[in-house]
């Protein structure tokens, strides 16, 4: 079947350090992969996305590449600031399914410290 | 351009009582996902409405149920609460029903079963 895992949480770095959240999925075919945050209180943002092999997605400073070789979609920022804390799923959209539906990880809670 | 909004964003129920979520999707977008999201837990899937029917389904009983509208707008209804009903209910909208397309949350009905 398919599905996702994350590395636990919580992350915790101080400020302008380097961050990696480890994403590796299960699926049939390519699926799309995703990258959402959740900030305190709020509903799912959308961070970033790649929907085939070898595809970067990026956006605020954060990165992410689809691996197929190793079914992978890690996370990563230079340099991470206080307004970054919040919690991120990683994703997946199963190729060739009727519909988009979203498979999620179980999160993981990144706090930045000053 | 308004996103996906929702409404109640918080709901306090006792047990046996049945609720009513609603949900307008982002303007120009004709699909809409529910996502039952437990304290501490990722996203699980619902199901989905396009052209006002439920396309695809998730692995929740039949006391859960939906309908979407002309305008599509969407319901969810929830009969015979259980105290592990409690959780965030997230509605997301997409522009089609397809696989590449990504989904855009809204911030969620917090719903509390005593």
């Known amino acids: 079947g398919n599905s996702v895992t994350q590395m636990e949480g919580p992350v915790t770095l101080s400020e302008e350090a380097f961050l990696t959240i480890n994403c590796t999925y299960t699926?049939?075919?390519?699926?799309?992969l995703f990258w959402y945050v959740q900030y305190p209180g709020e509903g799912l943002q959308l961070l970033l996305k790649?929907?085939?092999?070898?595809d970067k997605g990026s956006n605020k400073g954060f990165e992410a590449t689809y691996r197929k070789e190793t079914t992978s979609f890690h996370l990563e920022k230079g340099s991470v600031q206080v307004s970054d804390s919040a919690v991120y799923f990683c994703?997946?959209?199963?190729?060739?399914?009727?519909?988009?539906?979203?498979?999620f990880g179980t999160g993981t809670l990144l706090a930045v410290q000053p | 351009d308004a996103g996906v909004t929702q409404s109640p964003t918080h709901l306090i129920k006792t047990r046996g009582q049945q609720v009513t979520l609603r949900c307008s999707p982002k303007?120009?977008?004709?699909?809409v996902s529910w996502y039952q999201q437990a304290l501490g837990q990722g996203p699980q899937f619902i199901f989905q409405?396009?052209?006002?029917?439920?396309?695809q389904r998730g692995n929740f009983p039949d006391r859960f149920s939906g309908h979407q509208f002309p305008n599509y707008s969407s319901e969810l209804n929830v009969n015979a609460l259980l105290l592990g009903d409690s959780a965030l209910y997230l509605c997301?909208?997409?522009?089609?029903?397809?696989?590449?397309?990504?989904?855009?949350f809204g911030p969620g009905t917090r719903l509390l079963v005593l």
């Open positions: 997301a909208s997409s522009p089609t029903i397809y696989p590449q397309e990504t989904q855009y």
């Open positions: 699926a049939t075919g390519y699926p799309s």
């Open positions: 790649a929907t085939k092999a070898d």
């Open positions: 994703a997946l959209s199963p190729y060739g399914g009727a519909t988009n539906k979203l498979i």
């Open positions: 303007s120009g977008h004709d699909t």
């Open positions: 409405y396009y052209e006002e029917e439920e396309r």
